[in-house]
């Protein structure tokens, strides 16, 4: 599956667990559990509670996604 294929959703992390794991609660209300991208963790990017961000989220399986910008 290619990056044009993820749906993207902004949304607020809500709960942060460690080694880049967080849990973002959409717009919508919908709770995701997402990690940070690559790029985000190479660029040493700090997200935080209470941040808005991006999440890329599978058709498949909506419940796990992928942090993949930090909104200001």
Avoid: C, Q, W
Avoid at 10 to 19: A, F, S
């Amino acid at each position: 599956m290619s990056r044009e294929d993820l749906i993207k959703l902004e949304g607020r992390v809500t709960n942060t667990y460690g080694d880049g794991r967080m849990e973002v609660e959409t717009m919508d209300g919908v709770k995701i559990r997402a990690i940070l991208s690559g790029r985000l963790k190479k660029f040493k990017i700090r997200v935080l509670l209470g941040d808005r961000v991006e999440v890329a989220v599978s058709p498949y399986d909506p419940t796990h996604g992928l942090i993949t910008y930090r909104l200001k």
